[in-house]
């Protein structure tokens, strides 16, 4: 049935499909894989979907094609290339398929700065080219194969509040959502106070995990953080969530500041966002910080307050551009191709 399925897809000519899927920001945050090959993750972990953080991908199978073609935002990066064309090794295995792809990525934001661009990336991936190769997955499935290309990704899959489950084999690590994009008007606004790629990339960094003489005290106590982060959620309590957000940022750099080398991924102007969000805080506005592996910090605040925190962000010289996030849905197909 499988190559019959194929077959008429390859009559038609329709073994093109493109899908936009959206970086999300961890609430609790994953650090360290049990498996590198699978990427399954030492910790289980909380996220939302970003609005205006996405990628866009449109990937086509061809029995014309010689060798894969790969272009991420007009550049063809040969490490980030052959990370792709893995991936599409996974979809062709699954759809037992020999066909070689062209794939064309966009993004709307710098990517390799901590803003989670594999993840999207990934995501978009992974949904146009399971579409373009004439399979049929659910969200599941989905977030499964995501989380081998970029463990991130897996959380770009399902729609708003995500729980990504560690899981100890393939099938049982995947995300899921908890609550819709539409449940809660909080809002991420992206302080971008540097568009220079990180030295050393996320994958990276998690292989020095274990250097670091405070990882696993924080393993110890990660899964009562994220039971108590869901139940936030659940309570919509976001002075709460905030401050626990907050403060997991926070001790996550600290495992990152004392691994052997240390990761220092904050610049001067991180820094200097950070201390003006507790300043804005003291003031009687709640807004709260949280940063992932790079330079750029994430603003978690209520969407009633974003006019008050935007007028104040706006006279601070050394931000470059803001990105206003609502909660979004997860990866979807587009009708919109790139080529």
């Known amino acids: 049935m499988l190559k019959i399925m194929q077959k008429e897809r390859e009559l038609k000519n329709d073994m093109k499909a493109t899908a936009i ?7 609790i945050k994953y650090w360290g894989k049990k498996d590198e090959k699978l990427r399954l993750p030492e910790n289980g972990s909380i996220s939302m979907n970003l609005s205006d953080l996405t990628t866009t991908t449109t990937v086509e199978f061809s029995p014309n094609l010689k060798k894969d073609y790969v272009e991420i935002n007009g550049i063809k990066e040969q490490t980030e290339v052959n990370r792709v064309i893995r991936h599409l ?8 398929l020999t066909h070689k792809a062209k794939v064309v990525a966009k993004n709307s934001f710098p990517i390799g700065t901590g803003l989670s661009s594999s993840a999207s990336g990934f995501a978009a991936l992974t949904l146009a080219a399971s579409k373009a190769a004439g ?13 081998q290309g970029s463990g ?8 708003g509040f995500v729980e990504w489950l560690d899981g100890d084999t393939n099938d049982t690590s995947y995300a899921y959502s908890l609550y819709p994009s539409d449940y809660w008007d909080i809002l991420d606004i992206v302080v971008i106070v540097s568009k220079d790629k990180k030295d050393v990339s996320s994958s990276e960094g998690q292989k020095l995990v274990l250097t670091s003489q405070f990882y696993k005290v924080r393993l110890s106590n990660i899964n009562k ?12 309590n976001f002075s709460e969530l905030g401050e626990l957000i907050e403060a ?6 600290a495992v990152m500041l004392t691994s052997t080398p240390s990761l220092i991924y904050w610049l001067p102007g991180t820094i200097q966002i950070m201390n003006l969000v507790k300043k804005i805080r003291s003031e009687g506005l709640e807004v709260y910080f949280t940063v992932n592996t790079g330079q750029d910090t994430h603003l978690i605040i209520e969407e009633k307050n974003k006019e008050i925190l935007l007028e104040r962000l706006r006279k601070i010289n050394i931000i470059k551009k803001l990105i206003i996030n609502k909660p979004s849905v997860g990866a979807r197909l587009t009708s919109n191709h790139l080529f």
């Not at 090794?89 to 037992?96: F, G, S, T, Y």
């Open 21 to 27: 899927a959206p970086s999300n920001i961890a609430f």
């Open 89 to 96: 090794e996974r979809v062709r295995k699954i759809a037992k």
């Open 135 to 147: 399979l049929d997955l659910g969200k599941k499935e989905l977030s499964i194969l995501a989380r």
């Open 152 to 159: 991130s990704a897996c959380r770009s899959i399902p729609d």
């Open 225 to 236: 953080k994220i039971t108590r982060c869901k139940k936030l959620l659940r309570e919509k």
């Open 248 to 253: 997991e940022a926070l001790e996550l750099h």
